[in-house]
C-alpha cells in the first residue's frame, strides 16, 4: 500500500492528467496505423473482406505499386502540387505580413477579414472554387469572355493542365492567412532596438532585411514551410470536390488514388499500401520539423 502511495504522489500527478490522451491516441491514431500496415501486407479484397482466408503476401502490393503508372502520376502529382503551393502561399502571405506589421489605419480589421478563407471548411471553399471554375457557368469564364480575351470558354476542370491549375489556386487561396498569421507572429518576436541601431549605423531597408528580419525569422520560416508541407501534401477533400482526381486521372494524389483503390475498385491492400507511403514521407517531414525547431529552440 505504502509503494503504492509512492506511486501516486504529487510528483506523479501529471500521468493521471495525460492518461486519457494517451488512450485516446493509441486507440484512434495508433490502432489504425498498425491495422493499415497489417492490411497492406494481406491480400484483401471485397471478396474475402468479411468471409475467407486473408493471405500474407507481404511486399507484393508495395511492388504492384512501383509498375502502377496512376501511383506514379499520383506520387508526381502530390509533389508539384505542394510544390507550388508552398511557394506561392509563403511568396504571398510574406509579403501580406510585412505590408500588415506597418501600422496604419484599418490594419487589424482588414489582416482580420483576410483570415475568412483559412476559417472556411475546405469543401465549401472546394465548392466555391468548381463553380468558379465551372466551363458554361463559371464567374471566371464569364469575366475572361466580358473582357474579349478569350471566344469561347476554358474547360478548366477536365482538362489536365488546367485543372491542376484551378487546385493550385483554391489551395493557394485558403494557405495565403496561415502563412501570414504565422509570419506576423515571428515578426513581433524582433526587437525594434534592433532595427533602430542599424538605422543610426545607416543600414537601409533591404539590408535590414536581409541582416535582420530574414535570419530572425529563420525558425518561423522553417516551421512554416514544413507544417505547410504537410497539410498540403495530404491533401483529400479540396481534390475530391474539384475534380475527383480526374480528367483521365490526370489530378490524382495519393490520397485521392488510396481512396479509390479501397472504397472504388475494393482493393483494401492496395489501398493501404498507397496510404503508408503517404504516411511514411510525412513521417519523415515530420521528423525534420522536429530537430528543425529542437535546434532553433537550442540556438
Not at 506511486?7 to 489504425?32: E, H, K, Q, S
Not at 516551421?223 to 483521365?248: A, C, E, H, Q, R
Not at 513521417?283 to 537550442?298: F, N, P, R
Amino acid at each position: 500500500m505504502e509503494k503504492l502511495k509512492k506511486r501516486f504522489r504529487y510528483d506523479n500527478a501529471g500521468i493521471l492528467f495525460v492518461l486519457p490522451a494517451f488512450l485516446y491516441m493509441l486507440v484512434f491514431v495508433g490502432y489504425p496505423i498498425v491495422r493499415n500496415l497489417i492490411l497492406s501486407v494481406q491480400d484483401v479484397n471485397a471478396g474475402n473482406l468479411v468471409r475467407g482466408t486473408k493471405h500474407f503476401v507481404w511486399f507484393e502490393n508495395y511492388r504492384e505499386l512501383l509498375g502502377d503508372s496512376v501511383f506514379t502520376t499520383s506520387l508526381v502529382n502530390t509533389l508539384r502540387y505542394t510544390l507550388l503551393c508552398l511557394v506561392f502561399q509563403f511568396a504571398v502571405g510574406f509579403a501580406l505580413a510585412l505590408f500588415f506589421s506597418k501600422r496604419f489605419s484599418f490594419a487589424r480589421p482588414v489582416r482580420g477579414i483576410l483570415l475568412a478563407p483559412w476559417m472556411i471548411p475546405v469543401t465549401v471553399t472546394a465548392l466555391m472554387f468548381k463553380l468558379l471554375f465551372a466551363t458554361d457557368i463559371g464567374v471566371l469564364n464569364y469575366i475572361l469572355r466580358s473582357l474579349g480575351l478569350i471566344e469561347k470558354n476554358i474547360e478548366w476542370l477536365t482538362t489536365p493542365e488546367t485543372a491542376m491549375f484551378a487546385l493550385i489556386c483554391a489551395n493557394v487561396w485558403i494557405g495565403i492567412p496561415f502563412n501570414m498569421i504565422l509570419i506576423s507572429t515571428g515578426l513581433t518576436t524582433i526587437p525594434k532596438e534592433l532595427y533602430e541601431s542599424a538605422s543610426i549605423d545607416g543600414a537601409n531597408r533591404v539590408q535590414t532585411f536581409f541582416k535582420i528580419t530574414l535570419p530572425l525569422l529563420r525558425p518561423t520560416i522553417e516551421s512554416v514551410l514544413i507544417l505547410g508541407f504537410i497539410y498540403t501534401f495530404k491533401v483529400y477533400d479540396l481534390v475530391y470536390v474539384m475534380t475527383s482526381g480526374g480528367p483521365v486521372n490526370s489530378t490524382h494524389m495519393l490520397s485521392t488514388y488510396s481512396y479509390k483503390l479501397s472504397f472504388e475498385m475494393f482493393k483494401y491492400s492496395k489501398g493501404s499500401a498507397v496510404a503508408n507511403v503517404l504516411l511514411l514521407i510525412l513521417m519523415a517531414v515530420g521528423i525534420l520539423y522536429i530537430k528543425a525547431t529542437t535546434k532553433g529552440e537550442e540556438e
